[in-house]
């Protein structure tokens, strides 16, 4: 694995842990009251396009962060409806 794709895990990382807090918060505390609906949708679309793309790419961090993120987005989107 080369020094660029390793930087890519990295920064797949930290990005993808920065969700974990929220969805952390909503299971606790089973509110999404503050959460937006319509950004959740978009971002998950756009993690879709993304995991395409690293798939096109054979990019192992491009797909890993954003399938991890998207399962992260679509368990916000879930309680989001769930707790309306």
Known sequence: MDTIEILGLVAASLTTSAFVPQVYKALKHKSTADVSL?????LLAGLMLWVIYGVYHNSLSIILANV???ILALTMLILKLKHR
């Open 68 to 70: 991890i993120t998207g």
């Open 38 to 42: 319509t950004m959740y949708i978009v």
